[in-house]
């Protein structure tokens, strides 16, 4: 499994249960990275978004002890969802958020694909900060490029000490 994540300059990720900043240049590596695979969120995630419906043309699985739907994989239990994520190719399932499942699932991840933002979204959650993690290490970051007057690098860490 991998996280993917946009942060900013102290590695907040969002407010009043949205995002910090609308970069259309993110939005479309996640659409792109994410399409047709599995992401995983929880309940928060999943009613943040437009009309609290699940992703189109992705398997969406959501950790919640209390939404009841069908149009997505609800699992209210963590030791089920590693369960359920076992069951697809590991390169195909993108945790996607938010906090909590962040900070719950990341030792269970190889990867976290994260767009730095240079910029304070003042954020009210955060994604632990990798750069303070010795288990995590940065393995690659782009160049700075500008997308909506935002300066953006996307980066990749890697885990090296992955949880089963
Ligand atoms: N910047 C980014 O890339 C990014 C990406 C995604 C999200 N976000 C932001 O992150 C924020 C949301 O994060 P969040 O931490 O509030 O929420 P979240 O992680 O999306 O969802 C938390 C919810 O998941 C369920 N849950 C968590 N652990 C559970 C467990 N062990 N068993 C059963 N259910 C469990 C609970 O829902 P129930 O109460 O239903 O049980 C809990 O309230 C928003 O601001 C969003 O915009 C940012």
Redesign the pocket.
Known sequence: MKA????DKKWG????????FSIPADMKFFRETTAGKVVV??????K?FPNGNPLKNRTNIV?????KRDDCIVI???EKLIAEIKKYPKDDVYL???????K?LLPYCEQALV?KVDADGGA??F?PNLDELKEWKCAYSSESLESNDYKIKFTTYENLSVKE
């Open positions: 993917i994540v946009a942060v990720i969002g407010k009043d249960n949205g995002l910090l969120m929880g309940a928060n995630t999943l943040s950790l919640s002890s209390k939404i209210n239990d963590i996607i958020g938010g906090a909590m499942l962040y719950t767009t009210q959650v994604f």
